[in-house]
């Protein structure tokens, strides 16, 4: 199969759509406001945003389709010589008002390189993943939230959920911290037949898959845990969490260095970050809390189906 990229743009703007009212659904107040913007050098995008709803205190549901010319920085982290590209994606980040329903991230993407001359290819592949950041660890939803990333996965190749697992540890985490962002996913980048062992078909609907996969996912989790009671000592909590994500998100996240990099629009880039994040200085959580048994568990390599 050729990859088109214009249907691969049509496919995760279908999504975008698919997610939004899904999410509207589940709030069941808050509703998307869309922003339409073009990229100076080519391309924009629809950027969706919900704030102040039932649920979510802060949403994103965002689609791009930029083009242009690649800095040169992005060029050598790249390893490409070309100047022209292409980039289609959707990134999503939900911050929740209740403080046992989880931060989630979820983003699909396709890049494209035209072939420099008639000897070489186009360079091209599919990345993306799914993340889910708990305030509090809660044993069952990972097993749940885990065990729905390794079907997706399992339908399309049988090593992709521990792969893919292994590289989301590695990538989601906080290095100057010492602790993972939160209990991973999975996490892929560069798929190409010759990297992942399928067809170009094949990962356009895997990528397609693990699109569709969030809703259900995080839906349930939203109708299982937002009806807990809970103080002002879990909501300062969950507020020091967040923290972490900012850090995260604006020291390592490599989708918010592209998107700086190559000029993109900066209220779209920057639509991860929380309303409210709080910095304690020094902070240490009670001996046997449960704040204390969340930050034992933030370690790469849990093995979270099994816990």
């Known amino acids: 199969m050729l990859i088109i990229k214009e249907q691969v743009a049509e496919a995760y703007k279908q999504i975008q759509d698919e997610i939004?009212?899904?999410?509207?659904?589940?709030?069941g107040s808050g509703k998307f406001i869309e922003e339409g913007w073009v990229r100076e050098g080519g391309g924009g995008g629809r950027t969706r945003i919900?704030?102040?709803?039932?649920?979510?205190?802060?949403?994103?549901?965002?689609?791009?389709?930029?083009k242009g010319k690649l800095p040169e920085a992005i060029k050598m982290a790249f390893g490409v010589n070309n100047d022209d590209f292409y980039a289609t994606g959707l990134s999503l980040v939900i911050h929740p008002k209740h403080p046992f329903v989880p931060i989630i991230h979820m983003n699909i993407r396709y890049f494209e390189m035209p072939a420099i001359d008639a000897h070489t290819e186009p360079v091209r592949w599919f990345g993306g993943?799914?993340?889910?950041?708990?305030?509090?660890?809660?044993?069952?939803?990972?097993?749940?939230?885990?065990?729905?990333?390794k079907t997706v996965c399992d339908a399309f190749k049988i090593d992709f959920y521990p792969k893919f697992k292994i590289w989301a540890d590695d990538y989601f985490y906080i290095k100057?911290?010492?602790?993972?962002?939160?209990?991973?996913?999975?996490?892929?980048?560069?798929?190409?037949?010759?990297?992942?062992?399928?067809?170009?078909?094949?990962?356009?609907?895997f990528s397609k898959a693990?699109?569709?996969?969030?809703?259900?996912?995080?839906?349930?989790?939203i109708h299982k845990n937002t009806h807990?009671?809970?103080?002002?000592?879990?909501?300062?909590?969950?507020?020091?969490?967040r923290s972490r994500y900012v850090e995260f998100?604006?020291?390592?996240?490599?989708g918010t260095k592209f998107g700086l990099e190559t000029n993109g629009r900066i209220e779209s880039i920057?639509?991860?970050?929380?309303?409210?994040?709080?910095?304690?200085?020094?902070?240490?959580?009670?001996?046997?809390?449960?704040?204390e048994k969340t930050l034992a568990l933030l370690k790469k390599g849990v093995n979270w189906i099994g816990i």
């Open 176 to 205: 100057h911290r010492q602790e993972t962002r939160g209990i991973g996913g999975i996490f892929f980048d560069r798929l190409t037949p010759i990297s992942s062992g399928i067809s170009w078909d094949k990962i356009l609907e």
């Open 228 to 241: 807990k009671a809970f103080t002002e000592k879990h909501k300062e909590w969950q507020h020091q969490r």
């Open 20 to 27: 939004c009212l899904g999410l509207e659904a589940a709030d």
């Open 210 to 221: 693990i699109g569709r996969s969030f809703l259900p996912i995080y839906t349930s989790l």
């Open 270 to 291: 920057l639509m991860s970050l929380p309303p409210q994040a709080n910095w304690h200085y020094d902070f240490k959580a009670e001996p046997d809390s449960e704040e």
């Open 50 to 66: 919900l704030q102040n709803g039932s649920v979510i205190e802060k949403g994103g549901v965002n689609f791009s389709e930029v």
């Open 129 to 149: 993943g799914i993340d889910l950041t708990p305030h509090y660890i809660i044993p069952e939803d990972c097993r749940y939230f885990h065990n729905q990333l």
């Open 249 to 254: 998100n604006l020291v390592y996240d490599a």
